[in-house]
């Protein structure tokens, strides 16, 4: 898989507050900033992201997704399936990688219960500057049910 550069940057809180603008009383501007100043954009990307994937129902399964930052601050990922954010604190078949990948132990698909199959989604963020977002990949499920 190709590395993808960076073809967006996150700039944190885009530099809010404003700098104020007002006159003196000898008619110069004067800068009435608040607050600390602007930070430089930050090159934040994913170096892999997740890939639709067939899974076999029983085995083990595989969504890869990394992301990098010039930051000093390594990104926090997370997972949503079907647009909703994961909870994977308590969850014994699926967990979060090093790296950042989504490991299944055992996918598990039947008739009337089909929780792994879906649409998933990596998201990658760093505190104090930002989140993005990686493409969305579908799992499917191949055995009978």
């Not at 006159?23 to 602007?38: L, N, P």
Request: with cysteine.
């Amino acid at each position: 898989m190709c590395a993808r550069r960076p073809n967006h940057f996150v700039q944190p809180s885009m530099a809010w507050p404003r700098p104020l603008i007002s006159s003196t009383a000898v008619g110069k501007a004067e800068d009435t900033r608040i607050g600390s100043a602007a930070q430089p954009f930050s090159p934040f990307w994913f170096t892999v992201e997740p890939q639709d994937t067939l899974a076999i129902r029983g085995n083990s399964a595989l969504l890869n997704c990394s992301a990098h930052s010039d930051a000093a601050t390594a990104a926090r990922i997370e997972w949503k399936k079907d647009g909703t954010f994961m909870s994977l604190v308590s969850d014994e078949r699926r967990h979060i990688l090093p790296d950042g990948s989504l490991f299944f132990n055992h996918v598990v698909h039947s008739k009337h219960n089909k929780p792994d199959e879906g649409t998933y989604q990596c998201v990658a963020t760093i505190d104090n500057l930002g989140s993005i977002s990686s493409r969305t990949a579908r799992l499917s499920v191949a055995g009978k049910v």
